[in-house]
């Protein structure tokens, strides 16, 4: 079955602006976690959706915020960007919300802020 | 605060020899702990796990061992292959009050398998 779909692969944005990332889940899998990976910092837990609503969120500003539509798919957005943006950015997806065990991930995506 | 730390960024074994990595914890109530491998432009993939009533797990070459007096978590491959070469993330799983889990991540370690 077809994995854990990010798209762009890659973005390259200025400072100032904003961007939307999309995600779709593994068909069945309901809830759809974001986070943010940099170098020294690991992953970092952005926030968690399960059917439509924000069910976890993590210590991010408020320029980062995401939504779910009834499909289980998910964007991202983050405004004004600021050069410290610029990270991967991985969308996991698991069948029910606060899953313990092993979440599936998509590939990223780049996102580059000039 | 990292609650999930691992203080090696890197490591190179000899291909056939053991890896070790190695992920230490400050919350004793983690519930739940998890080792991902990561290569160059794909997402993590989930490797294996460990509950906290448990202090071994084994899957193939892959032993993830539980030192909960130590607060201390260690994966084990044996043996080591080229294609192990990659960034391994321990995460810890702690339950909210909500009811629901939350995933922390450690910063990773470079594994680099020598041919």
């Known amino acids: 079955k077809a994995g854990v779909t990010q798209t762009p692969r890659y973005l390259i944005k200025t400072r100032g602006q904003q961007v939307t990332l999309s995600c779709s889940p593994i068909s069945g899998h309901r809830s759809v976690s974001w986070y943010q990976q940099t170098p020294g910092q690991g992953l970092q837990f952005l926030f968690e959706?399960?059917?439509?609503?924000?069910?976890n969120k993590g210590n991010f500003p408020g320029r980062f915020s995401g939504r779910q539509f009834s499909n289980s798919r998910s964007e991202m957005n983050v405004s004004t960007l600021e050069l410290g943006d610029s990270a991967l950015y991985l969308c996991?997806?698991?069948?029910?919300?606060?899953?313990?065990?092993?979440?599936?991930f998509g590939s990223g995506t780049r996102l580059t802020v000039v | 605060d990292q609650q999930v730390k691992q203080n090696s960024p890197s490591l190179s074994v000899q291909e056939g020899r053991i890896s070790i990595l190695n992920c230490d914890y400050t919350n004793s109530m983690f519930d739940y702990f998890l080792w991902y491998k990561k290569y160059p432009a794909e997402g993590p993939t989930f490797l294996i796990s460990?509950?906290?009533?448990?202090d071994k797990n084994e899957d193939g070459r892959f032993t993830v061992f539980l030192n909960k007096s130590a607060k201390h978590l260690s994966l084990h491959i044996v043996p080591s292959q080229p294609g192990d070469s990659a960034v391994y993330f321990c995460?810890?799983?702690?339950?909210?009050?909500?009811?629901?889990?939350?995933?922390?991540f450690g910063t990773g370690t470079r594994l680099k398998v020598l041919a």
């Open positions: 959706y399960f059917s439509e609503t924000q069910r």
């Open positions: 460990i509950s906290s009533i448990k």
């Open positions: 996991a997806s698991s069948p029910r919300a606060g899953f313990n065990y092993g979440y599936t």
């Open positions: 995460a810890a799983t702690t339950q909210l009050t909500s009811g629901t889990y939350k995933y922390i």
